[in-house]
C-alpha cells in the first residue's frame, strides 16, 4: 500500500466501467480499497447486509469477481497482498459451499473447522470495521487539531546569550563519521527490512535430495522424522520437505501415512540408477532464498 | 526551589511585578517551544505546582472568553462573564501546556505559516495508525493481521511522520514493537492515550478476540 | 487582495468570526516567528493596512495595559485605563511586528530557559547538524527525510544555538533553507565549509545519495 495513494470518492469502484478501471490501473484498486477487508466490507455495505448475516453468495460472487477483474487488468500485483485476497477468497468460498449444500447438522470435523473458519473470518472482519471507524474518528480530530497552530517561536536574542556556551567535544573527523552514519540511507531495500536475522548458511534443496537419495536407495522405509533427525536448522527441515515433494513429484519416491498428522513415511519407488538430483527444479537452488516472499510475515 | 517558604517568597516577588503572577507565567508561555510541564513551569517561576495550575486555569479560561479573574475585569464585577474571545488559546496537550492559535482562525494563519502545514493521511496510514494507537507496543506483522494487508510502507511513513516510533523488540519474535509518540499526542490535541475515543463502542462482544486471534496465527 | 470592495469584505468577513478582527490579528502575532509587516498582515486579513495598524496599536496598548477599546472595557469605558499589563507585548523591531514576552519579566523567564537547557548537544540534534553541515543550503523536510524523522524542534534548538541560520528560500518550494554559521566553523576549529573532511572514506557508495532522496520523496 503506498503512502501516497489516496482514498477518493469512488466508494462504487467495483462497478465502475472496466475500461475507466482500465485507464488507472493500479491506483484504481489501491485508491479504493486499502485492503481484502476494506473490499469485503464495502461489498456488505453495498447489500446494505449485517455483518454476521452476510448473504455469502452474492458476495462472495462479487469478491471473487472483483480480484478476477484485477487480474485482468494485467498490473504487477505484490504476491503479500494478492494472497491477502485470495485467503479470503477462498475462505469465502469455502463458506459458500457449505452453504449450498443441503441443509444438514454439523457432522464432522469439516464442518467444525468451516464454523470456525467462518467465525475467524467475522471476526477479523468485524475487528477491521471497528479500526476503520476509530480511524475515522482519528482523521477527522487530527485534521481539526491541524487548524490551531502551536506558537514556537526562536529564542529572543537577549535570552539566547544567556545560554551557558556548548560543550563540544567532537573533531572534524568525528564530525564527518556522525554525518555519514546519518546520511546513510536506512532502508533502500524495504523488502529486506528485518531478515538480517536469517543470515543461515543457504541450504541447497539437491543437496539435501541427494542426501535423502542416497539413504532411501538402501531399500528400508524410513520416517520424515528420521530423514530429518540430523537436520542442524529448520532450514535444512524445510529444504529436504522441498526435496521429497520434488522426488514425489519425480515419481522416485512414495509416501505413506496412515491419517492426518500420522507419521508420514517415506518409500524409494525409483530405479537406483535412473534418477539423480539434476532433475531438481532450478528454483529452488537460490537456497534461503525460497523464505523471501513478504517481510511482513517474516516478523 | 522546592523549599516551601523560598516558595512562598517567589509568588510574593512575582505578584510585586507588573500584572502579578499571571503576567509572569503569560510571559514563559511566550518563549516554550514545545508544551510545558505545570512541574517545569512551577520550577521555573518558583511557585508551587497548585499555584501554576491555578494560574494557568485562570489564563485558559480567559483566552476563550470565560473569566472572572482577568485584572480588568475585577474593578468591575459584572463584565466578567462577557469577555470575547481571543485570537490564542492555551491548552493542556502531550502532557503540557502551550498555547495556540485558535481554529476559527485557521485560514488566515495558514497564510503566514507555510511550514509545519502537514499533508492528510490516507486511509491506510490512518487505519494503520489507529491499530497502532490502541494495540501499542505493537509489531507490524500484527498491524499487518488486523488490516489485512502489509503495512511496512505505511508504517515507515508514520515514523518519517513522526507520528508513530520504534518501541524496542519484542522479547519472544525479536520483532520491532511500535508505539505512539508525544508529537501524535499534541497533534491530536489529548494528554495521553487513555483520552482516545474507547473501542469497545464500535467492537461489539469481541472481548476475546486478541486470544483468539493470536493462537490462530502460525 | 487589493480591491478596495474585496478588502471591505474581509473586514465584514473577519467581524463574524468569535473576537473579530482583533482576535484573527492576535492569532497571526502570537504564531509568527518572523516579524511581519502591516503590509503582510493587511494582505494575509484581507484588510486595509490602515486597519491593520489601528488594530495593531489597539492591541499593543492593550498588552500594555492602557486599552481603552478592548471588548470586555467597552462595556464599562470608565475602567479602561486601569487593566493591567499581560505578560507579553507586541513589538514593532526593524519594520515588523512581533509578540515578546514583556522585558519586565526577563530575569524569571531567562531562568526558566536556563533551567530547560543543557549544555550539550543531543545526539539527535548532533545528527541533524551533520546533515546540514554536508548538505547545506537544504531544507527542514529534506533533513527530515533523510533523517527520517521530523526535525522542527532539533532545527530550532540549533538555530537557538547559533550554528545553523536562516540562508533564505528554496526557489521552487519556496521552503526555507538552512546552512550552517561562523560559529559553527569557530567550534569545528575550521575556515570553511570546504575545509569539513570528506565522507567518502565513510560512506562508500554515497555519490547516488542524493537521487536516492530525491526519488524516495513523498
Redesign the interface.
Known amino acids: 500500500?503506498?503512502?501516497?495513494?489516496?482514498?477518493t470518492a469512488e466508494a462504487e469502484a467495483p462497478d465502475a466501467g472496466t475500461s475507466e478501471a482500465r485507464k488507472a490501473g493500479f491506483e484504481v484498486r489501491l485508491a479504493n480499497f486499502?485492503?481484502?477487508?476494506?473490499l469485503l466490507l464495502g461489498l456488505i455495505s453495498k447489500h446494505k447486509l449485517d455483518i454476521t448475516e452476510v448473504a455469502l453468495a452474492t458476495v462472495t460472487d462479487e469478491f471473487i469477481k472483483y480480484i478476477r477483474r484485477l487480474q485482468e487488468l494485467g498490473e504487477d500485483w505484490?504476491l503479500?497482498?494478492a494472497s491477502?485476497f485470495l485467503v479470503?477468497a477462498a475462505t469465502l468460498l469455502d463458506l459458500k459451499a457449505a452453504r449450498l449444500l443441503p441443509a444438514g447438522e454439523v457432522e464432522d470435523a469439516e464442518d467444525i473447522a468451516l464454523l470456525e473458519a467462518r467465525d475467524?473470518l467475522f471476526?477479523?472482519l468485524?475487528?477491521?470495521?471497528?479500526?476503520?471507524?476509530?480511524?475515522?474518528?482519528?482523521?477527522g480530530?487530527?485534521?481539526?487539531?491541524?487548524?490551531?497552530?502551536?506558537?514556537?517561536?526562536?529564542?529572543?536574542g537577549?535570552?539566547?546569550a544567556?545560554?551557558?556556551?556548548?560543550?563540544?567535544r567532537?573533531t572534524?573527523?568525528q564530525?564527518?563519521?556522525?554525518?555519514?552514519?546519518?546520511?546513510?540511507?536506512?532502508?533502500?531495500a524495504?523488502a529486506e527490512?528485518?531478515l538480517d536475522?536469517l543470515h543461515a548458511p543457504p541450504v541447497s534443496v539437491k543437496e539435501q535430495a541427494e542426501i535423502m537419495g542416497y539413504r532411501l536407495k538402501l531399500g528400508a522405509p524410513l520416517s520424515f522424522q528420521a530423514l530429518i533427525a540430523d537436520a542442524e536448522t529448520t532450514l535444512v527441515v524445510v529444504a529436504r520437505f522441498l526435496a521429497l515433494l520434488e522426488m514425489f513429484r519425480d515419481r522416485v519416491v512414495a509416501f505413506e501415512q496412515p491419517g492426518p498428522l500420522a507419521e508420514l513415511t517415506v518409500r524409494w519407488t525409483g530405479d537406483d540408477a535412473g534418477w539423480d538430483s539434476s532433475s531438481l527444479s532450478e528454483e529452488y537452488e537460490s537456497g534461503t532464498e525460497a523464505g523471501r516472499s513478504?517481510?511482513?510475515?517474516?516478523? | 526551589m522546592s523549599e516551601p517558604e523560598a516558595v512562598e517568597d517567589g509568588l510574593a516577588e512575582l505578584e510585586a511585578l507588573p500584572g502579578g503572577a499571571r503576567a509572569a507565567l503569560e510571559a514563559v508561555l511566550m518563549v516554550i517551544d514545545e508544551p510545558a510541564t505545570s512541574e517545569e513551569l512551577a520550577a521555573g517561576l518558583n511557585v508551587t505546582v497548585a499555584v501554576v495550575e491555578d494560574l494557568l486555569q485562570d489564563l485558559q479560561r480567559e483566552y476563550s472568553g470565560y473569566t472572572g479573574k482577568a485584572p480588568d475585569v475585577d474593578a468591575v464585577g459584572f463584565a466578567a462573564a462577557s469577555t470575547a474571545p481571543r485570537g490564542f488559546e492555551l491548552r493542556n496537550v502531550a502532557g503540557g501546556w502551550r498555547i495556540y492559535s485558535r481554529s476559527e482562525f485557521a485560514d488566515i494563519v495558514g497564510r503566514f505559516v507555510l511550514e509545519g502545514q502537514t499533508t492528510r493521511l490516507t486511509q491506510a496510514a490512518l487505519e494503520t495508525l489507529a491499530v497502532i494507537a490502541y494495540r501499542q507496543p505493537v509489531s507490524r506483522a500484527r498491524v499487518s493481521a488486523i488490516r489485512g494487508v502489509n503495512v511496512d510502507s505505511v508504517v515507515r511513513t508514520l515514523t518519517q511522520r513522526g507520528l508513530i516510533e520504534d518501541s524496542g523488540n519484542d522479547p519472544e519474535s525479536g520483532a520491532v514493537l511500535y508505539r505512539t509518540t508525544s508529537y501524535f499526542l499534541e497533534r491530536m490535541g489529548i494528554g495521553s492515550v487513555a483520552e482516545l475515543p474507547q473501542l469497545s463502542p464500535h467492537l461489539p462482544g469481541l472481548e476475546g478476540i486478541d486470544e483468539y486471534y493470536d493462537a490462530s496465527r502460525m
Do not use: C
Not at chain 1, 497552530?149 to 529572543?156: D, F, K, N, S
Not at chain 1, 544567556?162 to 563540544?168: A, G, I, Q, R, S
Open positions: 500500500m503506498g503512502p501516497s495513494i489516496a482514498p486499502t485492503g481484502p477487508f476494506d505484490a503479500d497482498e491477502e479470503i475467524l471476526a477479523r468485524l475487528q477491521y470495521k471497528a479500526f476503520k471507524q476509530i480511524a475515522g474518528i482519528l482523521g480530530t487530527l485534521e481539526q487539531e491541524g487548524r490551531r497552530y502551536p506558537r514556537q517561536v526562536a529564542l529572543e537577549h535570552f539566547a544567556l545560554l551557558p556556551e556548548l560543550v563540544w567532537h572534524p573527523e564530525f564527518a563519521e556522525l554525518a555519514a552514519k546519518a546520511l546513510k540511507p536506512k532502508d533502500s524495504p527490512v528485518g536475522h513478504g517481510d511482513g510475515a517474516n516478523e
